[in-house]
């Protein structure tokens, strides 16, 4: 798809604000934190028992995300709950979903690092 030429001054003012973007989905826990909360919102304990990722490391992502205006917080009682709050967010899940985890896409582009070839087997 082609898209329309942009003015390089724009680029250059732009570039940075979408580095820093892309910056927070190239490591795989915050990724993974973003995938999960993309799903719908949930609380600190329940990413932890369905992520596996251990109480200081998943503060420190969620504290980076929230930092970045990524993620959003709401507390009741004791529990924080958290869910996406930037649609370029929500749009860039998607289009990840669509490339990475649709058993479709997979297919098509013949990357299912799931799959197991006879010589594995």
């Not at 820093?20 to 490591?27: D, I, K, V």
């Not at 973003?34 to 600190?44: K, R, T």
């Not at 490339?99 to 582009?109: E, G, I, K, N, V």
Request: proline letters at 3%.
């Amino acid at each position: 798809m082609k898209r329309p030429q942009v003015p390089v001054e724009l680029l250059m003012r732009r570039a940075p604000q979408a580095a820093e973007f892309l910056r927070q989905f190239a490591n795989s826990n915050r990724l993974i934190l973003l995938c999960h909360i993309a799903g719908g919102e949930c609380s600190v304990g329940e990413i932890q028992d369905a992520l596996g990722i251990k109480q200081p490391g998943l503060s420190q992502q969620l504290k980076e995300l929230r930092q970045a205006e990524l993620v959003k917080t709401r507390r009741q009682g004791t529990q924080i709950y958290y869910s996406i709050a930037d649609q370029r967010v929500e749009a860039m899940m998607g289009l990840l979903y669509d490339m990475f985890c649709d058993d479709q896409a997979l297919t098509l582009s013949g990357n299912d690092v799931d799959a197991v070839s006879e010589e594995d087997a």
